[in-house]
């Protein structure tokens, strides 16, 4: 359980009812948002961000409040995140959406939040637990990792149950798989591999690792890795198991460039690269996050913390401050089925 303490005295007097962190004034008509991404050019972030834009047009329209959204990329930089939440604050934002560059180091951030008295939305990179409970204007929306790695290693063990050779391409008995890991500072990283590959081995695949690396969710350094394991053990991958789609597309490319297109990969996230790949059989699956439920998460939680009134009823929160969206499989035989 999440043991929220009141340390501070200004705590206390916006812990009335809800998201308070902006003071309650007459009726708003106008907020003004935050929104600071840890990288503007990555690809899950990216689709995140176009919805919470649509969103926020949309919540605009229903609740005749003007939504403006200040986005800006932090580009790897936490101190550059600072600075940016920094200018927020004085710019008046009401309430401020993190996607932290170093999910360890939300302390600053967190300090100059309390002290404005502006509530924080973290999302996709999950601030430790202890300074989640520092304030009670902090919340965070993304998806459970766990539940993402059973469902990817469900669809293979699904698949295998059904037909074992399309998954044991050379009939040997073994599967054998390479492990492309995102970055191993996130949260999602270390329990997307554990749990894909425990739920493989309880749904009786009899899978042996060949290799691993990390390639920090992108594209050109899991194509590169897969370049050089492909050239050590080409007779023997059977299966790429990617912490993200991105990787995973980076493993298809190497895969192409060496003619061994039967290889299975299955990869995370649902991305718009992810789902054509999946669309053209390049890709055997992926476990979608719901950007429409995700984004829409963040936008109206900040909205309503914006406008001073309670979270939306619509995005239960567990604890008080975290939303976990919902995701699903999506294989390519499903799309080949809707067609
Ligand atoms: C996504 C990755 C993304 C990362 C960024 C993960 O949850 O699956 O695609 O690069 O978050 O933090």
């Known amino acids: 359980m999440r043991g929220r303490k009141i340390l501070l005295l200004c705590a206390v007097c916006m812990a009335l009812s809800g998201c308070q962190g902006a003071q309650k004034e007459e009726e708003k008509t106008s907020i003004r948002i935050g929104i600071s991404l840890y990288r503007g050019d990555d690809t899950f972030i990216n689709n995140i961000r176009s919805v919470l834009e649509e969103r926020a047009k949309e919540y605009e329209r229903e609740n005749g409040i003007k939504v403006t959204l200040d986005i800006q990329d932090a580009k790897g930089s936490q101190n550059t995140q600072n600075n940016q939440v920094e200018r ?10 993190v996607n932290l560059v170093d999910r360890m180091d939300a302390s600053v951030i967190i300090d100059k939040a309390m002290t404005a008295g502006v509530p924080v939305v973290f999302f996709n990179r999950q601030p430790v637990e202890e300074d989640m409970n520092r304030w009670d204007q902090l919340y965070y929306i993304g998806v459970d990792a766990k539940e993402t790695a059973v469902l990817q290693g469900q669809m293979v063990v699904d698949l295998y149950t059904d037909r074992p050779e399309a998954v044991d391409i050379n009939g040997d008995g073994v599967v054998g798989y390479v492990l492309l890991e995102g970055e191993s500072s996130h949260q999602d990283s270390l329990i997307r591999t554990e749990w894909s590959i425990q ?27 897969m370049e050089q394991w492909l050239a050590a053990y080409k007779n023997d991958i059977e299966l790429v198991v990617s912490n993200n789609d991105d990787m995973a597309l980076g493993a298809i490319d190497a895969l192409e460039r060496a003619g061994a297109v039967e290889v299975n990969v299955v990869g995370i996230d649902g991305t718009t690269p992810g789902l054509e790949a999946l669309e053209n059989g390049k890709m055997l699956g992926t476990v979608s996050a719901n950007k429409e439920v995700y984004a829409s998460a963040i936008l109206e939680l900040a ?26 499989i ?3 035989e499903d799309i080949e089925e809707n067609q």
């Open 303 to 328: 909205a309503s913390c914006a406008m001073g009134q309670k979270p939306p009823q619509e995005y239960p929160l567990t604890d008080g401050a975290y939303y976990w969206a919902p995701q699903e």
């Open 330 to 332: 999506l294989v390519y």
């Open 88 to 97: 927020f604050i004085s710019l008046g934002c009401d309430v401020l959406c």
């Open 199 to 225: 739920t493989l081995k309880d749904g009786g695949v009899p899978i042996e690792k060949i290799t691993g690396g990390i390639a920090n969710w992108e594209r050109s350094q899991a194509s590169a890795l």
